[in-house]
């Protein structure tokens, strides 16, 4: 795909120069840096995964948050600046901003983007292009959290799910190995039967036979970005799309592709609205479907817990293979650290392996980097199909059209504040919201990004 085989094209020669510069230049962004609490107030959007992190946690927590890095009027000026959150999509959040040649508004009603498809050097480099006065290396992606992609069924009507797994931790369930996930979305499994991993089964018989309808998401989401990364870590050949192209898994995870699916997985469905909440209620209101979704949201409808929904019920979600592709003993993951209860818990990749898919090791060296390679792996210690999620910040707010130091302050501010590690800081309060807090080893270069931002 031409769209993508461009962004590759940029030399390791420039990245490595841009990223030396923004090394050169945290020493001057951190001592021009605003008093605290001084700022704008703001409203970030993006992707739809982050809308309870955003509005239901760090928002809130940013106003009321005793936490030093908070702005609830006790710290820095003592100033209440707002932050608000839109939630639309990481598609949406992106274009905004000009990806895909779209209309960017860089105002303090669009200060910061939440994202789990993180931009590509094209992406960067049309984002970056909106700059009125040239600032090197200016956008910053700021790892703010992990979650779990969650696979939700429903099975055909009056049918229930068994599987043979021995001291089974997850009866009237199926579970889903890697490969059998994989061609499900490309559409070579197209009916229940053939779902067979670890004795997996429908009742009656006659569920079998019936049809699997697979339900996407309307929009270019973070969600499906990340599930095509990690289809395309179990498979990463080509096949014919919708579009009437040949990539791979990899090639339509991102940009233009997002959208697009194999031609082979005939008459995928999409909700009428955008969002996941959207697909997890069109999946629960479609007997015979499979879909997919950030954690959160699949726990927030009521048909994919106990006591109208989960184990044993037509409309559960799945254990996913977390030992490899096609071993001869699978092993199997529950998204959430709780199982599927009607409870919150954490989403269950605290362990969770990441890599660079570019081949440099994970971490990129900077938040000026880009990040769109990384992914998990198929073999995991925890749930394998989680991301990270991010906030899309600049260093130099007033350097785009409509920016102001006022709106980067407050970004800066709550950026510090969601990625604090104390008990009322942003990682601490997002525990036990489906989400998982950041690994440690990357709460200092978030940091020392967000520091950046300004």
């Given at each position: ?6 962004r ?26 605003a008093?605290q609490?001084?700022g ?5 959007q ?8 955003e509005q239901n946690?760090?928002?809130p927590?940013?106003h ?9 009027g006790?710290q820095g000026?003592d100033?209440l600046p707002?932050?608000?959150y ?13 990806v ?7 105002a303090s009603?669009?200060?910061f ?12 480099t ?19 959290a ?11 009507a ?8 021995k ?20 559409g070579t499994?197209?009916?229940w ?5 670890s004795?997996?089964t429908?009742?009656?018989?006659g569920?079998n ?5 697979r339900v ?8 499906t970005?990340v599930l095509?990364k990690?289809?395309?870590l ?9 579009a ?13 592709g ?6 082979a997985?005939?008459?995928v ?11 997890v ?14 954690l ?17 019920t037509?409309?559960f979600?799945v254990?996913?293979?977390n030992?490899g ?7 199997y993951?529950?998204p ?22 570019s081949?440099?090791?994970?971490p ?12 998990t ?14 906030e899309?910040?600049?260093?130099d707010y007033?350097?785009y ?17 969601q ?6 800081g942003?990682?601490?309060l ?8 950041l ?9 020392a990004?967000s520091?950046l931002?300004?």
């Amino acid at each position: 795909m031409r769209f993508l085989s461009a962004r590759r094209s940029i030399p390791v020669c420039i990245l490595a120069a841009v990223s030396s510069v923004a090394l050169a230049s945290v020493g001057t962004a951190g001592a021009s840096a605003a008093t605290q609490c001084s700022g704008a107030s703001i409203t970030g959007q993006g992707a739809a995964v982050m809308k309870i992190a955003e509005q239901n946690v760090w928002g809130p927590g940013f106003h009321t948050s005793t936490n030093a890095m908070a702005c609830s009027g006790t710290q820095g000026s003592d100033g209440l600046p707002e932050v608000h959150y839109t939630s639309s999509s990481s598609g949406i959040g992106l274009e905004s901003w000009g990806v895909n040649h779209g209309v960017a508004s860089f105002a303090s009603t669009n200060a910061f983007v939440g994202t789990e498809e993180p931009p590509n050097p094209t992406d960067k480099t049309e984002i970056e292009a909106n700059e009125t006065t040239k600032v090197a290396n200016s956008l910053q992606t700021i790892p703010v959290a992990q979650e779990s992609i969650v696979v939700i069924v429903h099975l055909p009507a009056g049918c229930t799910a068994s599987n043979t797994i021995k001291k089974n931790p997850w009866p009237g369930r199926l579970v889903i190995g890697n490969p059998t996930l994989q061609k499900i979305f490309l559409g070579t499994i197209n009916t229940w039967g053939e779902i067979t991993d670890s004795g997996d089964t429908l009742s009656p018989a006659g569920c079998n036979s019936d049809s699997i309808t697979r339900v996407v998401r309307l929009d270019s989401a973070g969600s499906t970005h990340v599930l095509k990364k990690y289809l395309d870590l179990i498979n990463s050949s080509k096949f014919e799309t919708e579009a009437a192209t040949t990539e791979s898994w990899g090639e339509i995870a991102e940009g233009t592709g997002n959208t697009v699916w194999p031609k082979a997985a005939i008459g995928v469905v999409r909700p009428a609205k955008t969002g996941d909440s959207a697909l997890v209620s069109k999946v629960a209101e479609t007997p015979g479907s499979i879909g997919y979704a950030g954690l959160a949201d699949a726990r927030a409808n009521s048909a994919f817990v106990p006591a109208t929904g989960g184990p044993g019920t037509s409309t559960f979600w799945v254990p996913i293979e977390n030992n490899g592709t096609g071993v001869a003993k699978p092993k199997y993951a529950d998204p959430s650290t709780d199982g599927e209860s009607a409870s919150t818990a954490n989403a269950h990749c605290e362990k969770t392996k990441y890599t660079n898919g570019s081949g440099t090791k994970f971490p990129p060296k900077l938040t000026a980097d880009t990040w769109n390679e990384v992914t998990t792996e198929t073999k995991e210690k925890a749930y394998p199909i989680c991301a990270l999620t991010y906030e899309l910040a600049l260093s130099d707010y007033s350097a785009y059209p409509l920016g102001t130091a006022e709106e980067g302050t407050t970004v800066n501010n709550y950026l510090l504040f969601q990625l604090n590690t104390e008990a009322n800081g942003g990682q601490g309060l997002i525990v036990n919201h489906d989400y998982e807090p950041l690994p440690t080893k990357l709460i200092k270069e978030a940091t020392a990004g967000s520091k950046l931002v300004g």
